[in-house]
């Protein structure tokens, strides 16, 4: 696919989903606000080698054809959104909730695991720049929250040793973020284990109060209250 520019070109017009996009929009989100005044020649020729790879390999039964399309002033990418991964992704954890509202909680795990699968390492890797780095951080965010569901639907079907692994490690990684303790204390609560769930409590509330000078928020607290609830019943 040719340099890191040309590269993006590509990931620019696969993240417009078939909306057209001018050259200027192309130019900002390649070199920002402060663009070479070769920008323009570059870019037209980024998307004339694109349109060759592509058609070579849609030639050759390599992938889905694609095409760019010139379109007033700019371009468009004419693909199957069932070949673009952020699509299928989007759609799939879509019609996951819609699932977990009807009550079908096996099959809305199955389709997260699926649409979760699609991811292959950092989303957006070797593209730098303000836009690419604001669109990376939006789809870790949406990868994030698909992982909090999934990992939700097994704590409730009670499948709690995988997720109380995985919430461990996502915890140490992203220790601010108090919905991964609340799934952990959950996990620990689940398997029987609420002395360990207390303990999380109090690890991110002392780590919270150290180094942000905050309290946990109302859904931790909400927590702790239902396990000691819970252990309080247990004794009577």
Same mark, same amino acid.
């Given at each position: ?9 590509? $990931? ?7 909306? #057209? ?54 371009? #468009? ?18 019609? $996951? ?43 870790? #965010? ?10 939700? *639907?097994?704590?409730? #079907? ?28 959950? $996990? ?9 769930? *207390?303990? $999380? ?36």
């Amino acid at each position: 696919m040719g340099s890191p520019q040309q590269r993006g070109v590509l $990931a620019l017009l696969l993240l417009s989903e078939g909306r #057209q996009v001018t050259l200027d929009e192309i130019v900002i989100a390649l070199w920002g606000r402060e663009a070479p005044r070769s920008a323009v020649v570059s870019t037209r020729t980024y998307v004339s080698r694109l349109r060759r790879v592509l058609a070579d390999g849609g030639a050759a039964g390599l992938g889905t054809e694609a095409e760019i399309r010139s379109a007033g002033g700019g371009y #468009q990418l004419v693909v199957d959104p069932g070949a673009v991964d952020m699509t299928v992704f989007r759609q799939t954890t879509a019609a $996951a909730r819609e699932a977990r509202e009807q009550g079908e909680i096996t099959e809305a795990s199955r389709l997260l695991r699926g649409a979760l699968a699609l991811w292959r390492g950092p989303a957006l890797d070797g593209l730098s720049g303000a836009f690419f780095e604001g669109r990376r951080a939006w789809l870790e #965010q949406l990868r994030a929250s698909a992982m909090e569901e999934r990992w939700a *639907l097994d704590i409730e #079907q009670g499948d709690c040793g995988e997720a109380i692994a995985e919430l461990t490690l996502a915890t140490a990684a992203e220790p601010y973020r108090e919905r991964l303790w609340e799934l952990l204390m959950w $996990a620990f609560e689940r398997d029987g284990r609420r002395g360990e769930a *207390l303990s $999380a409590y109090y690890r991110i509330a002392r780590l919270l109060d150290d180094d942000l000078g905050l309290e946990p928020g109302p859904a931790l607290r909400r927590m702790r209250a239902r396990i000691r609830a819970a252990a309080d019943a247990s004794f009577f």
